[in-house]
């Protein structure tokens, strides 16, 4: 049976929206179904759970990204990519800045920004327990590695 459309009233054009039925609806990615086909940090575990890879979104990317106990990425930016994270659980640190002098640490229930084409590394306080951001880019998921830095050059990470 086809789905009646004359009963939705959407505003502006979200044709490009539409599921194979013809119905813009929303779409839902199941626990267990999301897209692990994505760029990666150095050992990062991204998921997408809203993404152009599965999903109708076109301009945004939202997924989990977990990282193991002592885990930090290799030095990187997200290009144009507005990003934002969420601290669902752990300890978590950025260094950022000219030579990575800088950094900000986090725990679970903190929100960070981080600047289209800021390079940073991204840090596991915890030697024990893991790591898990909620993140979301716009336009896309961009992860443009960059050469490393040794971790005695950021400081305080190796005395954590």
């Given at each position: 049976m086809e789905p009646d459309l004359s009963?939705?009233?959407?505003e502006g054009d979200n044709s490009m929206y539409r599921l194979p039925s013809?119905?813009?609806?929303?779409?839902?990615?199941?626990?267990?179904?999301?897209d692990p086909g994505t760029a990666d940090s150095g050992g990062a575990v991204r998921v997408s759970g809203v993404s152009i890879q599965h999903t109708p979104a076109r301009r945004l990317w939202f997924?989990?990204?977990?990282?193991?106990?002592?885990?930090r990425?290799?030095?990187?930016?997200?290009?144009?990519a507005e990003t934002g994270?969420?601290?669902?659980?752990?300890r978590a640190r950025i260094y950022f800045g000219e030579r990575f002098e800088d950094y900000l640490d986090m725990e679970e229930g903190d929100w960070v920004f981080v600047p289209?084409?800021?390079p940073h590394?991204?840090?596991?306080?915890?030697?024990?327990?893991?790591?898990?951001?909620?993140?979301?880019?716009?336009?896309e998921n961009i992860v443009v590695n960059l050469p490393d830095v040794a971790d005695a050059d950021l400081r305080d990470w190796t005395d954590r």
């Amino acid at each position: 049976m086809e789905p009646d459309l004359s009963k939705y009233r959407l505003e502006g054009d979200n044709s490009m929206y539409r599921l194979p039925s013809g119905l813009v609806a929303p779409v839902v990615t199941r626990a267990g179904l999301e897209d692990p086909g994505t760029a990666d940090s150095g050992g990062a575990v991204r998921v997408s759970g809203v993404s152009i890879q599965h999903t109708p979104a076109r301009r945004l990317w939202f997924g989990k990204v977990s990282n193991e106990p002592g885990y930090r990425s290799v030095s990187h930016h997200h290009g144009e990519a507005e990003t934002g994270g969420y601290v669902l659980s752990g300890r978590a640190r950025i260094y950022f800045g000219e030579r990575f002098e800088d950094y900000l640490d986090m725990e679970e229930g903190d929100w960070v920004f981080v600047p289209p084409f800021m390079p940073h590394v991204e840090c596991n306080l915890s030697r024990t327990k893991p790591l898990i951001w909620m993140t979301t880019r716009t336009p896309e998921n961009i992860v443009v590695n960059l050469p490393d830095v040794a971790d005695a050059d950021l400081r305080d990470w190796t005395d954590r």
